[in-house]
């Protein structure tokens, strides 16, 4: 499997890197499976920036999100979610049905944590995997579950904190603080 620079460190790249920092990034020995600290890390979040491009090769954003341990993590390759019903303009699973490639990244904005994957994703109705929606459908959670995504992990990587401004969602605050929150 690929390491996550071999992937995003194109020729592009690497020449911008050169022209901005005066070198290439260094190539250190990646790992491309999830350890235990990257499924704990995963299985915590309560939402993620899901990254997927059109036909057109023009990228598209969207947030995905549910009560924290909705993204499950199988094993040491393999993530997957239930699809709540959102905005429903579809763009994220039309685009997914054209290219299977993905990124995600996963915050853990109070502690200044990123971690990115570059996945191969594969879209399941709901219907047709009864055992699967069994393992990803959070029966206590609102959402309407539309469809099933798994995604098979090829690469990843921790990413620098030093931007990221620490934000707190009402229950964090309350631990942190021993206090009700705003």
Not at 18 to 35: N, T
């Amino acid at each position: 499997m690929p390491g996550f620079g071999n992937i995003a460190y194109t020729p592009a790249g690497q020449r911008a890197q050169i022209h901005y920092a005066g070198r290439a990034q260094d190539r250190a020995p990646e790992e491309s499976i999830l350890g235990e600290a990257e499924a704990a890390f995963i299985q915590e979040r309560d939402g993620f920036y899901l990254a997927t491009v059109n036909a057109d090769g023009w990228p598209y954003v969207q947030f995905r999100g549910g009560p924290p341990g909705f993204l499950r993590v199988f094993n040491d390759t393999t993530v997957g979610w239930a699809d709540f019903r959102g905005n429903r303009q579809y763009v994220s699973v039309g685009n997914l049905s054209g290219s299977d490639r993905l990124a995600m990244i996963l915050m853990d904005y109070p502690n200044r944590r990123r971690l990115k994957l570059f996945a191969v994703a594969t879209v399941i109705d709901v219907e047709s995997d009864p055992a699967l929606a069994a393992l990803l459908v959070v029966p206590e959670y609102r959402g309407r579950v539309e469809r099933l995504v798994t995604a098979r992990v090829v690469a990843f990587d921790w990413n620098c904190p030093q931007h990221i401004t620490p934000r707190y969602t009402r229950a964090e605050w309350e631990r942190e603080n021993g206090a009700p929150g705003f």
